[in-house]
């Protein structure tokens, strides 16, 4: 009986140091992916803005264009 006790401990050992393990690499694609999502959002407020100054650069000129017309 000692011997399927010491078995039992030790496959739950090497599970549990394999599913840590695990969470350690789902971590790290975690952490990874919210740097990404981070860096996504950053370029898409610059591009936002870049837009609405495209935008108001438009309208000055149909504006200006308006005005002469």
């Known amino acids: ?8 401990l030790l496959t739950l050992t090497v599970e549990n140091a ?4 695990q969470l350690i690499a789902a971590q ?3 952490m990874e992916s919210a740097v990404d999502a981070g860096q996504l959002h950053a370029r898409v407020e610059d591009l936002r803005m870049e837009r609405d100054a495209w935008r108001a650069e438009a309208e ?6 308006g005005r002469r017309a």
């Open 1 to 8: 009986m000692g011997d399927d006790v010491a078995v039992v």
């Open 60 to 65: 000055r000129l149909e504006a200006r264009s």
């Open 28 to 30: 790290d694609m975690l």
């Open 18 to 21: 394999e599913l840590r393990a």
